[in-house]
């Protein structure tokens, strides 16, 4: 599945650069990069914003924000573990079908 952290791999490779460098480059922590690239963590649009910026504007924030929501759009379809747990937070339900 090509999902974000296939695609920053990717990425790493063709600018040839390890986690550590784009993390100094685009001035994030390294084990914040690391999280982002094991699935661990979302990029916001700041992160977005800054992977635009270093690709020359070649790859626009929006596509790598695209990727995230494609990984979010899939978590709410298959995570029925984390939904059962949120329903427990509901108090009232206001309509039933």
């Known amino acids: ?21 784009l ?9 914040r990069l ?8 979302k990029i916001g649009k700041p992160i977005a914003y800054r992977l635009e910026t270093h690709s020359g504007e070649l790859i626009p924030a929006i596509y790598w ?5 494609k990984e979010v759009e899939q978590e709410i379809l ?3 573990k ?5 329903k427990k937070h509901v108090k ?6």
């Not at 984390?82 to 949120?86: A, F, I, K, P, V």
């Not at 009232?92 to 079908?97: C, F, G, N, S, T």
Request: net charge positive; aromatic share 8%; proline share 0%.
């Open 23 to 31: 993390a100094e480059e685009i001035d994030i922590h390294t084990s």
């Open 34 to 41: 690391n999280r982002i690239i094991k699935g661990k963590e």
């Open 78 to 80: 298959t995570e029925k």
């Open 1 to 21: 599945d090509k999902n974000l952290s296939h695609f920053l791999n990717r990425y790493l490779e063709v600018v040839k650069r390890n986690q550590k460098t």
């Open 92 to 97: 009232k339900i206001v309509y039933r079908a």
């Open 65 to 69: 924000w695209r990727l995230m929501q």
């Open 82 to 86: 984390e939904r059962e747990m949120e």
